[in-house]
């Protein structure tokens, strides 16, 4: 997929060496919890990751990279965590993360409009997200989006949803 700034590169373990440095900021972790991962566990999570979907099989994983086009550096990530809520119905958890030196570009909510407008077209018909509650720029993400605000609570993080 790509945007008028961005290519989203579907993710591969050999994107860790070059998302190392973007990812490994404490900033980033005020908002998504934990620590930075080390080379090693960043590598090791995209094997994982790349595999598409979770061990037990229940989830479907779709993770990208984030390019720029005009200088070709890793920005951030989008991912989608797919669900079957019910019967016929095909939701995803929707993520982004863009790395600190990067935000306040309007990255994520380009590129979390192009992964969505990619997943409607392949038949997920609901989106939620979960956005911690002082996030302003994530809220705004998720507002562009077309997700509202629910009054459930996980992990200390409000969740959004929407179609």
């Given amino acids: 997929m790509t945007t008028l700034r961005l290519r989203l590169e579907p993710l591969r373990p050999g994107h860790a060496a070059e998302a190392f440095p ?3 900021d404490e900033r980033l972790h005020i908002w998504i919890g934990g620590s930075p991962d080390s080379a090693e566990q960043l590598e090791a999570r995209y094997r994982r990751q790349s595999a598409g979907q979770s061990p ?3 989830q479907g994983w779709l993770n990208w990279m984030l390019r ?7 920005v951030g990530t989008v991912q989608a965590t797919l669900l079957r809520p ?3 119905r095909l939701a ?7 790395g600190s030196q990067h935000q306040g570009t309007g990255y994520a909510r380009e590129a979390a409009l192009a992964m969505t407008t990619w997943l409607r077209e392949q038949g997920v018909d609901t989106f939620i997200a979960h956005v911690h509650p002082g ?7 998720a507002r562009a989006l077309g997700l509202t605000p629910t009054d459930t609570v996980v992990e200390g993080e409000i969740r959004w949803s929407g179609q």
């Fill in 68 to 74: 720029r086009q005009s200088d070709q550096r890793l």
């Fill in 86 to 88: 019910a019967a016929g």
């Fill in 22 to 24: 973007v990812f490994d």
């Fill in 56 to 58: 037990d099989g229940k």
């Fill in 92 to 98: 995803a958890e929707l993520a982004w993360v863009i």
């Fill in 135 to 141: 996030h302003e720029a994530s809220a705004a993400v």
